[in-house]
T-cell receptor
C-alpha cells in the first residue's frame, strides 16, 4: 500500500520563476492538504483540496495556487518565486468521511525541498 | 494569529530517561495530534486526541488533551536512541477548523 508520494524531492529555482509540485495521496484517501515548512519551524497550512476544489486556505498569497485531479492527486503551483519561498513543501492526505466524523489524522509525504536562488 | 507555543525547544537526555513536552495556546482546539519528524522526511503521526481530558498511550508514548482544550502534553518513557528527532504538536482550531503546528521540540538521546 503506497503512502503519500511527492515529486520532485529537491528543486532549485530562480527568483521570479514559477514552480509546480506534485502529490499522490495514500491509497483510498480523497483529501489533500499542502503545508510549507521553513527551516527550524513547524509546517504551516497552505490549503486543502477535496472534490477538485479548494476547501480551506491558510494565510498565503494568491501566488500559491493548487489543483486536484479526478484521481485525487494534487499539484501546488507557486508563481513569481521569492527567496523566502525556500522551504520544505509537504503534502498530507486524509479521508473526508473521517474528517466529517472529527478524525483529522493526516499522513504526510516526505516533502519537496524547494530552494530559490 | 492563533499560535501554538511548544516547549521546550530542545532537550538533551540520557537513554532510559523519561521526556515530557507540551503545547499551549490561547485558542480552543477540537483535536490535538502529535507527530515525529526525522531529517529529510515528512512528519509521522504518533498519537491523535479528540476529547478534552482524553489520555491516550501508544507504546512508550502517552499524550493528553487538556481539560481547557487549549493545551496538550506528550510523555515518552524510558527513551531509546531511535527516539531522536523533532516532535510537533498540531491542533485543529475550533473557530476555523484550520490545522496549526507548534515549532517543534528537538530531542537528542545520548546512549
Amino acid at each position: 500500500d503506497a503512502g503519500v508520494t511527492q515529486s520532485p524531492t529537491h528543486l532549485i529555482k530562480t527568483r521570479g520563476q514559477q514552480v509546480t509540485l506534485r502529490c499522490s495521496p495514500k491509497s483510498g484517501h480523497d483529501t489533500v492538504s499542502w503545508y510549507q515548512q521553513a527551516l527550524g519551524q513547524g509546517p504551516q497550512f497552505i490549503f486543502q483540496y477535496y472534490e477538485e476544489e479548494e476547501r480551506q486556505r491558510g494565510n498565503f498569497p494568491d501566488r500559491f495556487s493548487g489543483h486536484q485531479f479526478p484521481n485525487y492527486s494534487s499539484e501546488l503551483n507557486v508563481n513569481a518565486l521569492l527567496l523566502g519561498d525556500s522551504a520544505l513543501y509537504l503534502c498530507a492526505s486524509s479521508l473526508d468521511t473521517l474528517i466529517f466524523l472529527g478524525n483529522t489524522e493526516a499522513f504526510f509525504g516526505q516533502g519537496t525541498r524547494l530552494t530559490v536562488v | 494569529g492563533q499560535q501554538l507555543n511548544q516547549s521546550p525547544q530542545s532537550m538533551f537526555i540520557q537513554e532510559g530517561e523519561d521526556v515530557s513536552m507540551n503545547c499551549t495556546s490561547s485558542s480552543i482546539f477540537n483535536t490535538w495530534l502529535w507527530y515525529k519528524q526525522d531529517p529529510g522526511e515528512g512528519p509521522v503521526l504518533l498519537i491523535a486526541l479528540y476529547k478534552a481530558g482524553e489520555l491516550t498511550s501508544n507504546g512508550r508514548l502517552t499524550a493528553q488533551f487538556g481539560i481547557t482544550r487549549k493545551d496538550s502534553f506528550l510523555n515518552i518513557s524510558a527513551s531509546i536512541p531511535s527516539d531522536v528527532g523533532i516532535y510537533f504538536c498540531a491542533g485543529q482550531l475550533e473557530e476555523s477548523n484550520d490545522m496549526r503546528f507548534g515549532a517543534g521540540t528537538r530531542l537528542t538521546v545520548k546512549p
